[in-house]
């Protein structure tokens, strides 16, 4: 590894260990694979002269990668050993991290054991008794919910100083490559609403010309039910997720007339784009009503990928 680029595994037991620095016992070994882009496929239609593309999604990401474990006191090679297998996890139910330090910041890729770690394994001297060489190696092969290396979420906030309706205007970013889902909290009581741009996506059809709503949702905004007392709310845009939560566990979305919200956060949007203000605003609140918006920073490399 350079002198750019530092990666630790961070272990689902609380553990940390530097896998460029080998005074730590544990040592990332030559190969890994699935550890820079995203995992992707593109969809074809078989047309008369060819073929005709339709679209794209991404898959899972599949990390490989091995490491070396050694230490000049077998005991203390097994030690380590036993730590680092410990910090992995049960196959399929504990999750770790790879965690990049770069002149891009840390990004983060969180991952599970999609099979049992190969120990021991690799090379002829490792099918004696361990403890002879106390130098051993320990194949993993991971899965990745999410295919995406991460940053700590960008983080907006604002409160009503005064009165019972105030407006907000942020200017957010998302300099990765991907497109992100926001998140908020809003505080009851009151009438929200949020941006819910477009970014010029072509997400959503129309029956008329130009058959998508790109152009029309250039402004959109989303209101959310009104929120009543203690019914402080979490807001996520993602369509994996539940959208609304009360914090009091009233049926806020269902209040909601299969309204939600429909575009993410377009990739590369730098703060002084045009298309970069993010507006929230409320009625019938209280003085100090509040509202905190997270942006995710996604990407799909360790390094770079960013405006």
Not at 103 to 114: N, T, W
Not at 147 to 168: A, C, I, M, N, R
Not at 191 to 209: C, E, H, L, N, V
């Amino acid at each position: 590894m350079s002198k750019y680029l530092t990666l630790f595994l961070n272990g689902c037991d609380g553990s940390r260990w530097n896998l460029t620095d080998e005074t730590e016992g544990v040592l990332l070994r030559p190969g890994p694979q699935k550890f820079i882009d995203a995992p992707a496929r593109t969809f074809w239609l078989e047309t008369s002269s060819g073929s005709s593309y339709q679209g794209m999604r991404f898959d899972r990401r599949d990390p490989v990668f091995s490491v070396q474990i050694y230490h000049p006191n077998p005991l203390v090679w097994a030690d380590i050993d036993s730590r680092f297998r410990m910090a992995l996890g049960m196959v399929g139910e504990d999750q770790f991290e790879l965690e990049a330090h770069t002149s891009y910041g840390v990004r983060r890729l969180k991952m599970r054991l999609l099979t049992e770690p190969i120990a021991y394994a690799s090379a002829d001297y490792e099918k004696k008794d361990p403890y002879i060489t106390h130098d051993s190696t320990l194949g993993i092969s991971a899965a990745c919910e999410n295919p995406f290396w991460e940053s700590d979420p960008l983080e907006y906030t604002w409160t009503l100083s005064s009165g019972s309706s105030g407006e907000v205007t942020w200017q957010i970013e998302n300099r990765g490559d991907v497109e992100v889902w926001w998140k908020a909290f809003a505080t009851a009581p009151g009438y929200w609403t949020f941006q819910d741009r477009s970014y010029g996506q072509k997400i959503y059809a129309k029956t008329t010309p130009p058959f998508n709503r790109a152009l029309d949702d250039a402004d959109r905004d989303q209101w959310i039910p009104t929120l009543l007392a203690g019914e402080d709310c979490s807001i996520d845009t993602d369509p994996d997720e539940p959208t609304l939560v009360a914090a009091n566990g009233a049926p806020v979305q269902a209040r909601w007339q299969s309204n939600g919200f429909l575009y993410p956060i377009r990739p590369r949007l730098r703060p002084t784009d045009a298309d970069a203000a993010f507006t929230a605003s409320v009625t019938g609140a209280n003085p100090g009503a509040a509202v905190t918006l997270w942006v995710p920073r996604r990407y799909t490399r360790p390094f770079g990928v960013s405006v």
